[in-house]
């Protein structure tokens, strides 16, 4: 039930950047589409999992920032890998809503720079997600709270 939530949820934000790009007549909505169908071949595919390799989700992040990226091209991001990743297992888009947030409530205005770094140290992980957040726009943005209430949920699911 969480999980299924958490995947509408992200297919909402997904099909408003694809629609954004679609409004701009951009020649990068073909590119979008093809992430989004990747994304959502993940998905389908993944998500009856309880748990997935952390690589998966790494490649599902990927995917995921690709579409952003088309969506706003000139976007800092830095986001790195560590260790090995094919080692751990977690639940997953267990991650997705702490990048999502990452993109949805960052200062591009000013330059903001999204950070995500992942860290792999035996079978533990350590996950980390930073931007500059805009008090001013945050204020503007329509957001349920969903996606990152079920995300605390299924964190005190799977690891208490």
């Known amino acids: 039930m969480v999980k299924s939530k958490v995947n509408v949820h992200f297919l909402l934000n997904t099909l408003q950047c694809i629609y954004s790009l679609a409004l701009k007549k951009s020649d990068n909505t ?13 998905i389908v595919a993944e998500t009856d999992e309880v748990l997935v390799p952390l690589q998966k989700e790494i490649s599902f992040l990927q995917h995921y920032i690709a579409l952003e990226k088309l969506k706003k091209p000139d976007l800092k991001l830095k986001f790195v890998t560590d260790g090995v990743t094919d080692q751990i297992l977690l639940p997953p888009m267990i991650l997705e809503s702490f990048v999502n947030n990452a993109f949805k409530y960052n200062d591009y205005l000013s330059g903001g720079l999204i950070d995500i770094n992942i860290s792999c140290m035996g079978k533990d992980i350590l996950f980390t997600c930073r931007n500059a957040v805009n008090k001013s726009i945050t204020k503007n943005i329509h957001s349920t709270k969903k996606g990152i209430e079920n995300t605390k949920n299924r964190l005190e699911l799977h690891y208490k």
């Open 30 to 42: 073909a590119d979008g589409i093809m992430n989004l169908t990747l994304l959502m071949k993940y």
